[in-house]
């Protein structure tokens, strides 16, 4: 009986542990010390890259805007994937290189950013020992075509 109580309450853990979810973290967003160095008019382009790290968007060369951005998503089950926080930080520089103005946007703010959620193929070279093994499983042993 107690073997017995002990196989339900395991299965009952696993069971609810599976609907519990899956938090996806995407982008990168820098630490809120290193946004706060940050000087209008005195931080360069070059110096906010070495404090921040290397944007994950740069837009245009004579007058660059920086974008950093992270997403954090929680998928249960089959259901769609529901963004729980999304932070997005856009530093404008002038001609001279300087920062301009630094924006920061959220969920919260009402702004609709739609992040990328396209994935790159590796060509045979670059996949993995596994992978290239493994790349033949499909339909009657001839891999299907993306």
């Known amino acids: 009986m107690f073997k017995q109580k002990i196989i339900v309450l395991i299965s009952v ?23 706060m160095q940050l000087k209008v008019n005195v931080t360069s382009s070059s110096s906010a890259r070495l404090k ?5 968007l740069i837009l245009g060369n004579r007058e660059p805007i920086f974008i ?9 089950l089959f259901f769609e994937p529901k963004v729980i926080s999304r932070n997005v930080l856009v ?7 300087r920062l301009k103005k630094l924006n920061r946007f959220n969920l919260n703010d009402g702004k609709s950013f739609a992040l990328n959620t396209d994935a790159t193929n590796l060509n045979a070279e670059q996949r993995s020992l596994v992978a290239t093994l493994f790349s ?10 993306d």
């Open 52 to 56: 921040l790290g290397e944007p994950a």
């Open 68 to 76: 950093y951005a992270s997403q954090v998503t929680n998928r249960v």
């Open 91 to 97: 530093l404008y520089f002038n001609k001279n290189k």
């Open 136 to 145: 033949n499983f499909g339909f009657a042993g001839s891999r299907v075509t």
């Open 13 to 35: 853990y696993f069971f609810l542990s599976a609907c519990s979810g899956i938090k996806n973290n995407n982008g990168y967003m820098p630490v809120e010390d290193n946004i």
